[in-house]
């Protein structure tokens, strides 16, 4: 729990009357006592037994603003109750946010014990049938079936894409991807030009293991940060690979936004799972998926001049 400044009520009372002071100006004066009395314990303070005919008399509802002495609001600065906002923006177009510790470690270990035994060689969708072709893609998918972590992990995904979409926007079946050496997925993109109705919105690619050397997901049209802190999720050492390389860095996810806002599909998140160079990798695709997407007028003319 925060400190919370609290100005004890028959304090304020007796300077009250003693200052006998219109109410409008009182209220001012307790106003920047309790302001500076927040500011110096470094909290933001809510007073909410604020005496309400003073309030009232200055015309005005404080009651909702102020609150003493439990709630308060802004950074804490206890060790037991640190705030961690962990979602880093890190690209606005495309919308592409960069999320530490999506999954819980106990959540890995479930999606993983999930996943056993339901492997197989993962195909790609370049038309209406799936085909197996290691020319673009080698490494083995497993699709989980629906569970409370599942169905947990699904819900929080959906909140972070912020429930766009209306309700009908929902997380497609959860699939754990393996790679192994060798292992990668060619450039493409997760929405799909072929459909007139429904399409993958966002996506979040979350990293279950990542004790391999290779394998980040690289997005070659992604602006490479200036900010030397983002090496720490970013590879800054690639010379292979143009744009920017996500490294699998266990418990995290990269979420974008697969469409502009008018619906178009964008073509700035084209992206790869790089080859495995050693040890083993294993991602999981979450893909929302919005049924009642349909594309903005002229959009096959404008793939059709993108060459897609
Ligand atoms: O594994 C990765 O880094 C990316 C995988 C991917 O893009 C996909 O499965 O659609
Ligand atoms: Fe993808």
Known sequence: MSKSACVPMHLVRRLLSELRLAPTIAVGILAAIIGMVSISSGNWVLIRHFPSGWARAAGLDLGVLFSCPTTSIGPSSTSQHRASADIQVFSLDPLVLYIHNFVSQDEISHLLNASVGKFEPSRVWWGADGEIDPQSRISDTAILDSDDVTEQIKQRALRIQGWKGGKSTYSQPLRAQRYGVGGFYTFHYDWDKAVKRGNRVATLMVYLVGNCSGGGTNFPELQRPDDARWCEVVDCDDGDYEGVTFKPTVGAAVYWENMHPNGSFHMGVEHAALPVKSGEKVGL????????????????ERLIGAGL
Do not use: F, H, S
């Open 285 to 300: 695709n979450i893909w929302l998926w919005d049924p009642e997407w349909t594309p903005p007028p002229g959009e096959a």
